[in-house]
């Protein structure tokens, strides 16, 4: 059972945008910074957006991330084929003392 | 450009201790703007963090492996360790290196070294 929770599975056709939520408590999202991985099967995983928001270089500005309260979310814009993958949140936890992590997320490009 | 990469034994016992090594090339260990750290992931399963660790202070490891962990720093090597002890098949998993940008913020990642437990 992970600490912040994400939908097992998402879905969209090109060009849509899809939403991925991930929900937590105020020790972790509510209170700490969010970050968003990327992982295609059999490969390491990527990072996508780190401190709620922000794009290391390389990733495309259709790729955002948002956060409020206890909640976080990553906006996938002008969906793309190569989009079909696992996505993972992640944030630190101040009563666990922790790094906790999301069960991911597989988004399906139909 | 950074490059990190997990070295050790893909097959352990029941009850020995694992030991892995993450070799940093096109950097240094020895930075005073990250950390260092191992994240894992069961076959088929998602991501776990285990810890991190500054080059000039402590490890911080997950209080899930209840003291089991071991990170430490070689700046002479440019290398970081783990160890873990009493490894049972619970803890066969792909094992990453990664460097922290920031708290849960893994910006680079080794290409991941499978461990399986059994005997």
């Known amino acids: 059972q992970s600490v912040l929770t994400q939908p097992p599975s998402a879905s969209g056709t090109p060009g849509q945008r899809v939403t991925i939520s991930c929900s937590g408590s105020n020790s972790n999202i509510g209170s700490n910074a969010v970050s968003w991985y990327y992982q295609l099967p059999g490969t390491a995983p990527k990072l996508l957006i780190y401190n709620n928001g922000q794009r290391p270089s390389g990733v495309p500005d259709r790729v955002s991330g948002s956060k409020s309260g206890a909640s976080a979310s990553l906006d996938i814009s002008g969906l793309q084929s190569e989009d079909e993958a696992d996505y993972y949140c992640a944030a630190w936890d101040d009563s666990l003392n922790a790094v906790v992590l999301g069960g991911g997320t597989k988004l399906t490009v139909l | 450009q950074l490059q990190l990469q997990e070295s050790g034994p893909g097959l352990v016992k029941p009850s020995e201790t694992l030991s892995l090594t993450c070799n940093v090339s096109?950097?240094?260990?020895?930075?005073?703007?990250?950390?260092w750290g191992w994240v894992r992931q069961p076959p088929g399963k998602g991501l776990e963090w285990i810890g991190h660790?500054?080059?000039?202070?402590?490890?911080t490891t997950n209080p899930s492996l209840k003291g089991r962990i071991i990170i430490s720093v070689d700046t002479s090597t440019n290398r970081f360790s783990l160890k873990m002890k009493s490894m049972t098949a619970a803890d066969t998993a792909v094992y990453y290196c990664?460097?922290?940008?920031?708290?849960?913020?893994?910006?680079?990642w080794g290409q991941g070294t499978l461990v399986t437990v059994s005997s």
């Open positions: 990664v460097r922290l940008l920031g708290v849960a913020a893994f910006d680079y």
């Open positions: 096109g950097g240094s260990v020895s930075t005073t703007t990250h950390y």
């Open positions: 660790i500054f080059y000039l202070g402590r490890p």
